[in-house]
């Protein structure tokens, strides 16, 4: 047969996918906001410990998702919003809710206005992550992602409940103490422009170095001997790799730069938004942008 032929120039195509295949993405985000509404349940029935596995539980599943919606070809701005929206009740509410009803209501007023505030905060960082979507680096995400913030709140919850007595009021006005402060740090991360690595990149078919198989066995070792203590340092450590990005590109300005840079070359010249020094990564990718836009008259491109 001839090579230039028809049959054999055209490229594949690949199989559109059915239409019972997009609800296989939704039944995880259900999942999750089964578990997240379950969670608050168990806070009514002062279960705060399980409560809050629920909480870390809805979040692997809400990893999942996206995954198996980007395998199937079946992502959708419907299977997005709805995501949004479970995420916002999962992430948001609930874990808001179940630190008032530890105890914050004591502290009246402001006992309920700080946890409305945390739930604000996500569904803001959910919206603005909606709007974002596909004009960013898909490397980082801009602000403190909710899942993780649900998470670190979720683990100094479980801490503050497994560790801390009913009857010392002293341990009692400090726990919630801690977890009003929590609530507006973890808050106030999410509509910041702080940079924080989605580990989207990583690819668990490629080959890796046989070293890496001591560091995972303690982790999970710590994970079984404590939970709790794990989860909330992971979860602190990441919460905190967003600040220590910005302070290093305040320090290290050409780091910044070069970072910014490398993630214009990978998105073929898409904006990249939220860097470690927002006003300056944002000129850097901008001024490469308009250099390259072929309607733009004053262009360099367009120059004789």
């Known amino acids: 047969m001839d090579q230039n032929s028809p049959e054999t120039s055209e490229p594949r ?8 295949a997009y609800l296989i993405p939704s039944l995880f985000t259900v999942g999750s906001m089964a578990l997240g509404f379950y969670s608050i349940v168990l806070g009514l029935r002062g279960e705060f410990q399980l409560a809050v596995l629920l909480i870390f539980l809805a979040a692997f599943l809400d990893g999942l998702d996206g995954r ?14 709805y995501d949004s929206l479970a995420d916002l009740m999962t992430f948001g509410v609930a874990p808001a809710l179940l630190c008032y009803l530890w105890g914050l209501d004591t502290f009246g007023r ?52 497994a560790s801390i007595d009913a009857s010392t009021e002293t341990l009692l ?3 919630r103490l801690g977890l009003l402060s929590a609530l507006l740090i973890f808050g106030l991360l999410m509509l910041s422009t702080f940079r924080y690595y989605s580990f989207k990149e990583l690819d668990p078919r490629r080959r890796w170095s046989f070293r890496i198989v001591v560091p995972i066995a303690l982790t999970l070792l710590l994970v079984v001997l404590h939970p709790p203590a794990v989860f909330l340092l992971v979860s602190g450590a990441y919460a ?8 290093k590109g305040r320090i290290r300005p050409g780091a910044v730069e070069a970072l910014s840079s490398e993630a214009l070359d990978s998105t073929a010249g898409s904006r990249v938004a939220g860097s470690p020094l927002p006003l300056a990564a944002h000129r850097l990718v901008e001024t490469a942008d308009d250099s390259n836009n072929p309607d733009d008259p004053d262009s360099s491109n367009n120059r004789n």
């Open 173 to 175: 006005a400090v726990g």
């Open 110 to 161: 402001i006992g309920w206005l700080v946890p409305f505030l945390f739930a604000v905060c996500a569904a803001t960082r959910l919206a603005r992550f909606n709007v974002h979507t596909g004009t960013q680096d898909k490397r980082f995400f801009v602000g403190l992602p909710a899942p993780a913030a649900a998470g670190g709140l979720g683990s100094l919850l479980y801490v503050a409940d």
């Open 13 to 20: 195509t690949r199989r559109k996918p059915s239409r019972g």
């Open 240 to 247: 905190l790799s967003g600040p220590l990005l910005w302070l």
């Open 68 to 81: 198996i919606a980007r395998v199937t070809m079946t992502e959708s701005d419907f299977g997005r919003e």
